[in-house]
């Protein structure tokens, strides 16, 4: 079934950049997201003032991807950027940037989480909260992914997220990795738990075409089983170090991820020993975020102490010379800190 896939490989289109800069973002221009519940989407981004998250499709059955529907929609929502209108989802989103956008159908990014059952139920996840874990309407994405390489939607430079609910466990999910490395895709990103090693991730780090990004969330057995609902603290520790054995020294591919939350795990203690015992596993890149109900309700008036906080890691990575990724929300806080400062300064 594969191998069909291998005669677009040096085929892939140049892409010339547009003649004039507007606002627009990358999901919006090329991106898709296979969601659960047979949705569809633009992206996935929600805390913002239009919320996002933009239905392409919301009753897709996993068999046929009708191309030009989505294109259609794509292309009405990309010319209306191109006309100086921002899509009403869109407002407030910190992803809107001015550029050189290309004009070209294809995808540069696509998310992967058209499942959503896991192996821990995490106190902060969406799908728990609204008791939406569940194996049903699961399709095998493969055939869609050769419909997509087929029609050159997507090729080896697209960027490919895999999420969930769980994605390790999710079924064909070992068959999706090995489709994508023989497909030579180079850019993978793996969302997981940790508690399932995958030797299909662990193949794709030690070929420099994959990341995977652990939620860990906590320094201790104790406060683990209190956010993720699973006593399995030690096997995502040991799993940890079994993925940092494939990563070549000069790579970065093994990504531990700390999400901030209201009253359990915020503390620079916290924090700092989530740190510690990191760089002692040897991890060389970490990821911070903020719970993101938390961040919706306190949005308008974020306390000092969280602040605080993500500059406290900031500095921390800084001096320890570990690349720290800020995601979304914490992003968002601390480009309204240097914002700020510098406001301050000029005034
Ligand atoms: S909501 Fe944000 S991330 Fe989503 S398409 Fe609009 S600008 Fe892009």
Redesign the pocket.
Known sequence: MFLKINKFLNDVPKIAKGQKKFL?????EH?IIFDHANIIR??C?QS?E?K???ILDDNFNGIFFDKQKILDIKRQLRNQVRNGII?D??KG????ESDYWDDEDYFSEVLLTHWTNCNTRCIYCPAVRDNNLSDENIYNIIPILEQMFDSKLINQNTHFSIAGGESTIYPEFDKLIYFLLEASVSNITVNSSGIRFAPSVAEAIAKNCAQICISLDSSSSFLYKKIKGSDTFNIVINNIKRYLQYEQISEKRVIIKFIILKGINDNNKEILDWFMLCKNLGVKRLAVDLDIAWYNEIQRNIPDYVKSLIIFVKEMSEINNVQLDLYDRADKIYKMIKNSEKNKYNT
């Open positions: 627009s973002c990358k999901w919006l991106g633009v992206c981004e913002h239009g996002g998250r933009f899509p989802f869109c989103c910190q992803f809107l």
